[in-house]
C-alpha cells in the first residue's frame, strides 16, 4: 500500500511538471503563401534601404550576421532567405521583414550589455518571421479584400503595391509590423529554445527587453519605437524562467565577436544624411528633396470616384491615384516629388493593438508617431469630433516641413473608428496655397463611403 502511495505521488510530480512545459507555437492561419511573404519581404526591402542609412563596415555587418546565422542554423528555425544589415539609427531597435530580412539598429548594438541580448533580439524577430505573424494579423484584418486581390497577385508585378491599396504598408502602426501580446509572448517563447539551442543565455533576453521597459517609463524616446510596436505581453524573465528546465543544457557561452569592439566601431562611424520623415514622406522616413515649389498645381472642378479597398473616394479628376509606401495618395502629377507629397492627400489604415479602436486614445497614438519621426511637426489646435462615411471620425490640424525648399506645409489628419482599424488620411498642402485647396480637400473627405 505504502509503494502504491508513493509511486502515485511520484506520477502526479511528474504529472504536475509536465504541465509547466509550454508546447512551441506554429504559424497560424494565413491567406498568404510562404512565396508571397518572401516576395513582400524583399520588395519592402528596396523601401526600408531607402528609408535608412544601411552601414556599409564589413566587420560590423559581419559581426551581425555571424550572430545571426548561429540562431537560424544552430537554433533549428525554419529555412527562409534570411539576411541582416546594419542601419544607422539611434533608437534601439531590431526589425525582421516579413520572409526574412532583418535591420539591426546601431542603437540596439550600442545598449546591449553583452552578446547574448543582441541574439535575444534577433531570435524573437527571427519568431516572428517562421511564426508569419505579420502576414498572419494582415489576414485577419483584410480577409474579405485579401482573397482577390492575392489571386491576382499570383500573376505577377508588386505585391507591396497592392498591399497599399488596402492600407497594409510599413508605415505607423502597421498591421504587418505590430504585434499583439499573444504574438510577443509566442516570439518570446520561440526564440528562448532557438537562443538556448545557439549557445546564448535565453533569460538575456527577457533582461532586455524589461530593461527597455524601464526606460519607456522614464519616457525615453530611444526607445520608444520598440515599446509601440512589441507590447509587454507580462512578467518576461519569469516565463523564461519557467521554461529553463525543458531547454537545452549549455554552459551559454556562445561568442561570435568581442562587443566592446562592435560598440567602438560604432562609436566611429560618420553621421548618417538627415532624413526627415512624417506626413509629407507618406507615412515612412524620406529624406525631403528641399525642391522648388511650383507655381501652379492644376485643380480640376470635375470630380470622379476610385474604389481601393474597403472604400469609395472622390477626387478631382487630373489628380491620380497612386500606391504609396504605405498607403494610398490620390495628387496631382506637380504635387508629388521624390516620393513625398507636397499637395494632395495619402490614406491608410492602423490597426489597434486591442483589436478595437479607442478613436480618442490611437488618434493621439498616431499623431505622436509623426511626432516622432519628424521633430519638426507641430499640432494646431486640438482633435475635433467629425463624422466621415457615417462613422466617428476626428479631425486634427498640423503644420511640418515641405518637400518644397524653405516651406512649410499644413497637414490636415483625418481619424475614422472603423472598429478593428483605423482608417485616416492626411491633406497637405503648402502654407501659402492652403487656403485656395481647403474646399478640396473638405470635398475629398465628405465623399468617402465605406463598404
Same mark, same amino acid.
Given at each position: ?33 510562404? #512565396? ?23 566587420e560590423?555587418?559581419d ?11 544552430q ?18 531597435n531590431?526589425?525582421?521583414?516579413p ?9 540596439l ?53 497592392q ?34 539551442r ?16 524601464a #526606460?519607456?517609463g ?8 520598440f515599446t ?13 524562467? #519557467?521554461?529553463?528546465?525543458y ?41 525631403l ?6 507655381a501652379?498645381?492644376?485643380?480640376s ?33 506637380e504635387?508629388?516629388?521624390?516620393g ?14 486591442s ?28 482633435p ?24 512649410r #506645409?499644413?497637414?490636415?489628419v ?13 491633406c ?24
Amino acid at each position: 500500500m505504502r509503494k502504491r502511495l508513493i509511486a502515485a505521488i511520484l506520477l502526479a510530480v511528474v504529472a504536475f511538471g509536465q504541465t509547466k512545459q509550454r508546447k512551441l507555437p506554429k504559424p497560424g492561419w494565413n491567406m498568404f503563401s510562404k #512565396e508571397q511573404d518572401v516576395q513582400m519581404g524583399r520588395e519592402y526591402a528596396q523601401q526600408v534601404e531607402q528609408q535608412f542609412t544601411v552601414v556599409q563596415n564589413k566587420e560590423l555587418t559581419d559581426y551581425i550576421n555571424r550572430i545571426g546565422t548561429r540562431l537560424v542554423e544552430q537554433g533549428q528555425l525554419d529555412k527562409y532567405p534570411f539576411y541582416f544589415k546594419v542601419v544607422q539609427e539611434d533608437s534601439i531597435n531590431a526589425f525582421a521583414l516579413p520572409g526574412g530580412p532583418m535591420y539591426v539598429h546601431t542603437g540596439l548594438i550600442k545598449a546591449a550589455d553583452n552578446e547574448a541580448q543582441i541574439a535575444g533580439v534577433l531570435a524573437h524577430e527571427l519568431s516572428h518571421v517562421v511564426l508569419r505573424h505579420g502576414t498572419n494579423q494582415a489576414s485577419k484584418a483584410q480577409i474579405t479584400q485579401l482573397g482577390a486581390m492575392l489571386g491576382g497577385a499570383m500573376a505577377g508585378g508588386s505585391l507591396t503595391g497592392q498591399l497599399a491599396q488596402l492600407g497594409i504598408g510599413l508605415g505607423a502602426n502597421s498591421v504587418l509590423m505590430k504585434f499583439s501580446r499573444g504574438a510577443e509572448s509566442d516570439a518570446d517563447l520561440m526564440g528562448a529554445y532557438t537562443m538556448a539551442r545557439a549557445g546564448y543565455n535565453p533569460l538575456e533576453m527577457a533582461r532586455f527587453f524589461e530593461k527597455l521597459e524601464a #526606460e519607456a517609463g522614464k519616457t525615453n524616446k530611444l526607445v520608444e519605437v520598440f515599446t509601440a510596436s512589441h507590447p509587454n505581453p507580462g512578467n518576461r524573465v519569469k516565463a523564461i524562467e #519557467e521554461q529553463l528546465p525543458y531547454m537545452p543544457k549549455s554552459d551559454y557561452s556562445a561568442s561570435e565577436g568581442n562587443l566592446k569592439q562592435m560598440q567602438a566601431l560604432v562609436a566611429k562611424l560618420p553621421p548618417a544624411p538627415k532624413k526627415t520623415p512624417g506626413p509629407s514622406g507618406a507615412g515612412g522616413a524620406s529624406a525631403l528633396p528641399n525642391a522648388p515649389k511650383p507655381a501652379n498645381v492644376p485643380v480640376s472642378s470635375q470630380f470622379k470616384e476610385f474604389q481601393a479597398g474597403g472604400f469609395f473616394v472622390s477626387h478631382p479628376e487630373n489628380w491620380q491615384p497612386k500606391s504609396g509606401q504605405s498607403s494610398l495618395t490620390i495628387a496631382p502629377a506637380e504635387g508629388l516629388v521624390q516620393g513625398n507629397i507636397g499637395y494632395g492627400v495619402l490614406m491608410s489604415v492602423a490597426q489597434s493593438q486591442s483589436g478595437k479602436v479607442n478613436l480618442e486614445q490611437d488618434t493621439k497614438q498616431l499623431l505622436q508617431s509623426f511626432a516622432q519621426q519628424n521633430s519638426n511637426v507641430k499640432l494646431v489646435g486640438q482633435p475635433t469630433n467629425i463624422t466621415v462615411g457615417g462613422s466617428p471620425a476626428m479631425i486634427t490640424k498640423l503644420t511640418s516641413d515641405s518637400p518644397y525648399a524653405n516651406t512649410r #506645409e499644413v497637414d490636415v489628419v483625418v481619424t475614422v473608428d472603423r472598429g478593428a482599424g483605423m482608417f485616416y488620411m492626411v491633406c497637405a498642402a503648402p502654407e501659402p496655397d492652403f487656403p485656395q485647396l481647403e474646399s478640396v480637400f473638405q470635398q475629398i473627405v465628405k465623399s468617402v463611403r465605406f463598404k
